[in-house]
Nanobody, 121 residues
């Protein structure tokens, strides 16, 4: 099994920055894509950014140019740098990792526990 631990959320004023981290641990055989989703109150969970194994990235249009996703494969960690934050970025941010474990070697999708990002105007 794979466990994800997120950190870095918090309260920030509009225009400010935050950095989210998500570390994967456990009996990891391989990790494929890593990404971040967010869910605001009353809204569906949406993709924010994703990064594939060879650093191919994908961003939601609403965050392009403001957020940057990166990964450290040696640490099994994915980061999300949030700059120029807006009140509409307020949401719970969830880490998402596709990984396989020793034993079954089957790719599964794992979710972090979520970290709150609140942007005040």
């Amino acid at each position: 099994q794979v466990q994800l631990v997120e950190s870095g959320g918090g309260l920030v004023q509009a225009g400010g920055s935050l950095r989210l981290s998500c570390a994967a641990s456990g009996s990891i055989f391989s990790i494929g894509s890593m990404g971040w989703y967010r869910q605001a109150p009353g809204k569906e969970r949406e993709l924010v950014a994703a990064i594939l194994h060879r650093d191919i990235t994908n961003y939601a249009d609403s965050v392009k140019g403001r957020f940057t996703i990166s990964r450290d494969n040696a640490k099994n960690t994915v980061y999300l740098q949030l700059n120029s934050l807006k009140p509409e970025d307020t949401a719970v941010y969830y880490c998402n990792v596709v990984a396989s474990s020793y034993g079954d070697y089957v790719s599964n999708t794992y979710w972090g526990q979520g970290t709150q990002v609140t942007v005040s105007s």
